[in-house]
């Protein structure tokens, strides 16, 4: 018996050349999907903390957005290429099928941080064992799990925020630019 066909299928990654941090999603949400955006639901936190933590008003425009992560060395991608799910909740997800990080890996050499946006994605990451072995990319990477930026997770924004900050300040230089 073969696997069902996923029915859900995300997004490719978005790269800068020389990428310090990946940020890690499980799947784009049903409203993310529709406008073909990252992050794409309007209650969704994730640009605006990413905006105050870079220093940067938020931009209005998806591709000023992607250009404000890519300009910092930061990469964004889900965990899954594809899925079967029912409306938003990460809770109905079945079927899951990764991404192929092998590959990711080899193109970029400098990440040294992988944050998880909530904790399906950091479960997801880990039972896929998506980090790249320290004998293959030379050195260990780091991986966090953050509170999820979704408008479902409850915490106060600024308490979301205060998290997300810390965890850029565990790369040495890093911020700001």
């Given amino acids: 018996m073969s696997s069902p066909i996923p029915v859900v299928k995300g997004f490719s990654s978005v790269e800068p050349p020389r990428a310090r941090v990946l940020i890690l999603g499980s799947m784009p949400g049903p409203?993310?999907?529709?406008?073909?955006?990252?992050?794409?639901?309007?209650?969704?936190?994730?640009?605006?903390?990413?905006?105050?933590?870079l220093h940067r008003d938020c931009p209005s425009q998806y591709d000023k957005r992607l250009e404000m992560l890519c300009t910092h060395d930061i990469a964004l991608w889900d965990v899954l290429a594809g899925c079967n799910r029912?409306?938003?909740?990460?809770?109905?997800?079945?079927?899951?099928?990764?991404?192929?990080?092998?590959?990711?890996?080899?193109?970029?050499?400098?990440?040294?941080?992988?944050?998880?946006?909530?904790?399906?994605?950091?479960?997801?990451?880990?039972?896929?064992?998506?980090?790249?072995s320290e004998e293959t990319y030379g050195r260990t990477v780091r991986m966090i799990r953050l509170p999820s930026t979704s408008r479902a997770h409850t915490m106060k924004y600024s308490e979301k925020l205060c998290y997300w900050s810390e965890a850029f300040q565990l790369l040495n230089d890093f911020l700001p630019r």
């Fill in 31 to 53: 409203e993310s999907l529709k406008r073909l955006q990252y992050y794409g639901h309007p209650w969704n936190a994730f640009w605006p903390i990413m905006a105050e933590i």
């Fill in 86 to 132: 029912s409306g938003a909740s990460d809770s109905t997800i079945r079927d899951a099928v990764p991404n192929d990080f092998t590959l990711f890996w080899q193109r970029q050499r400098a990440i040294e941080l992988v944050i998880c946006n909530g904790a399906t994605a950091y479960n997801l990451a880990k039972r896929f064992s998506i980090l790249p």
